[in-house]
């Protein structure tokens, strides 16, 4: 499943911007479908469960 930008700042209870902001220097990847930045909910997952445990 893609998550949007506004989906994983839900997730990070963090503003829509600084997830596209911060996106690479967190190391989540990232897909674009088309022009628009997406993300794989199992790499958000993955990355919750790396740095938040």
Do not use: C, H, I
């Not at 911007?17 to 997406?38: D, E, F, H």
């Amino acid at each position: 499943m893609l998550l949007t930008p506004e989906e994983v700042a839900d997730w990070l209870k963090v503003s829509p911007v600084t997830v596209k902001n911060k996106y690479r220097a967190w190391g989540l990847r990232s897909q674009k479908v088309g022009r628009l930045l997406r993300f794989r909910e199992r790499d958000v997952v993955a990355y919750l469960e790396a740095n938040y445990q």
